[in-house]
């Protein structure tokens, strides 16, 4: 049971470095401070790089 533990924690934190190297919004957000969603630097970055997405969205 140690073991798939121990698997499925790399596989994890493999899957989160490669998202991170892929996606830089994804890094970005993981190296700033209290990353839950709630704070404000982290809704205002989320809100800095959806608000492009939206416009195309509702204008198309």
Do not use: C, Y
């Amino acid at each position: 049971m140690f073991g798939k533990l121990l698997l499925i924690s790399g596989f994890t934190v493999s899957l989160a470095v490669n998202a991170a190297s892929e996606m830089p919004l994804l890094a970005h957000l993981t190296e700033m401070a209290g990353a839950s969603g709630f704070e404000k630097p982290i809704r205002q970055e989320m809100e800095k790089n959806w608000q492009p997405l939206l416009a195309d969205f509702f204008t198309a």
